[in-house]
């Protein structure tokens, strides 16, 4: 079974509105983190946020916030009041306590943001 | 955050050549390090852990003798790409963590565009 999971390959979104970038999981640690990175075309990946598998509050940076649903395991991404500098690949990963540190990424969504 | 340095950002080569790619953590020390694959529009596919001081840990289908990996300090890790073929052009990614728990962030480096033609 994939671990994570990015069912959108693409997402459009206007200008100045919000958006969110779905990411399901799957893991049996009990200890584990979410990541999600941006990436532009440019290659390089830009850390957004994290979520703790034990954080009892989702986690928010600035215009990202992480929707977690530990029961449904999942990390949507929700990224506020859009700009066309946001517009890139989005990838959602995980680090498990019990994997020596790797990452598993899921496929990406690539966001475009009209004007 | 930490920084990760990755050099070259991009290099072409001739078909039977060999690269090397450098890891760098600039400001901490990675006993860890991981090699990561991109191919345009996908996602990150893990190659190898590298692992300071000691052999790397190669993932299924990955050939350890066409990517030799050497961890020789806590602060670099090299990937040498040994007589590289056209269908060795991708983007190769390096990153290093603080520490090996699902909650520690990784911190990636800028990426190396290999072309061989």
């Known amino acids: 079974a994939q671990k994570i999971t990015q069912t959108q390959p693409g997402m459009f979104v206007q200008e100045k509105e919000a958006v969110t970038l779905d990411c399901t999981y799957d893991?049996?640690?009990?200890?584990?983190?979410l990541f999600w990175y941006k990436q532009p075309s440019s290659g390089e990946m830009i850390f957004l946020i994290y979520q703790g598998s034990y954080d009892q509050q989702n986690a928010t940076e600035g215009r990202y916030s992480l929707n977690f649903q530990k029961a449904r395991k999942s990390a949507n991404l929700v990224i506020s009041a859009s700009q066309l500098g946001d517009s890139a690949m989005y990838f959602c990963a995980m680090r498990e306590g019990n994997n020596a540190g790797k990452s598993t990424f899921g496929d990406g969504t690539t966001l475009t943001v009209k004007p | 955050g930490a920084v990760v340095s990755q050099h070259p950002s991009r290099v072409i080569c001739k078909s039977g050549t060999s690269v090397k790619i450098e890891c760098r953590s600039l400001?901490?020390?990675?006993?860890?390090m991981f090699w990561y694959r991109q191919f345009p529009k996908q996602s990150l596919m893990l190659m190898a852990t590298?692992?300071?001081?000691?052999?790397?840990?190669?993932e299924q289908g990955v050939e350890k003798d066409k990517f030799l990996i050497n961890h020789a300090s806590l602060t670099l890790s090299t990937l040498t790409v040994t007589s590289a073929h056209p269908e060795d052009s991708s983007f190769y990614i390096c990153?290093?963590?603080?520490?090996?728990?699902?909650?520690?962030?990784?911190?990636f480096g800028q990426g190396t565009r290999l072309t061989v033609v």
């Open positions: 990153s290093a963590s603080l520490g090996g728990g699902g909650n520690t962030e990784a911190f």
């Open positions: 400001d901490f020390q990675a006993t860890t």
């Open positions: 590298s692992n300071e001081g000691s052999k790397a840990t190669y």
């Open positions: 893991t049996s640690d009990p200890s584990y983190g």
